[in-house]
T-cell receptor, first 115, second 115 residues
């Protein structure tokens, strides 16, 4: 069974700073996908970024980028030039590439961007 | 385009009562999922359905049942609610194609309190 661990329950930074959220996972699969989801106070789950394990290049989406270290089973999220609207819960998630597309989530990190 | 709708938005329920959470999607996705979100645990998969007429168990299926009579609807039933089922419930859907990455889209969630 796969597990996903987010070791930072809460983080807080000043607006415009860069922040990195940590995520590690455990799996025996070789092919899989990794995701970061954002959950603002509205409760809506929003996909931020995704990474396919067979791709060595780290995914980027505007101010969001990941540092994917397959051997270390690490998948951190970097938010550059943080904005007040980035305040949210962030969840790291794993999906095996074979079989049913079941997401396995980490515990979440509550990120607060201060003005 | 509504995407995924869930009903009710929130509910307070007496222990021992039966409750059905409704989920409807209008994206013609073939796969649907139910997750529960609990503080410190992230989201955990309860049940899923890869296509109409089929269902499967997720990580925490006990005490819950689902049905998938058609493509659009995926109700979740608690036959006899218990306080440990107090949670926020999310329905999701994706265009599952057997293999490959298909984004899961989430509904707005249902907050359920069992007293």
């Amino acid at each position: 069974a796969q597990t996903v661990t987010q070791s930072q329950p809460e983080m807080s930074v000043q607006e415009a700073e860069t922040v990195t959220l940590s995520c590690t996972y455990d799996t025996s699969e070789n092919n899989y996908y990794l995701f970061w989801y954002k959950q603002p106070p509205s409760r809506q789950m929003i996909l931020v970024i995704r990474q396919e394990a067979y791709k060595q290049q780290n995914a980027t989406e505007n101010r969001f980028s990941v540092n994917f270290q397959k051997a270390a089973k690490s998948f951190s999220l970097k938010i550059s030039d943080s904005q007040l609207g980035d305040t949210a819960m962030y969840f790291c998630a794993f999906m095996a590439s074979q079989g049913a597309q079941k997401l396995v989530f980490g515990q979440g990190t509550r990120l607060t961007i201060n003005p | 385009i509504a995407g995924i709708t869930q009903a009710p938005t929130s509910q307070i329920l007496a222990a021992g009562r039966r409750m059905t959470l409704r989920c409807t999607q209008d994206m013609r996705h073939n796969a649907m999922y139910w997750y529960r979100q609990d503080l410190g645990l992230g989201l955990r998969l309860i049940h899923y359905s890869n296509t109409a007429g089929t269902t499967g168990k997720g990580e925490v299926p006990d005490g819950y049942s689902v049905s998938r009579a058609n493509t659009d609807d995926f109700p979740l039933t608690l036959a006899s609610a218990v306080p440990s089922q107090t949670s926020v419930y999310f329905c999701a859907s994706s265009d599952f194609a057997g293999q490959g990455l298909n984004e899961q889209f989430f509904g707005p969630g249902t907050r359920l309190t069992v007293l």
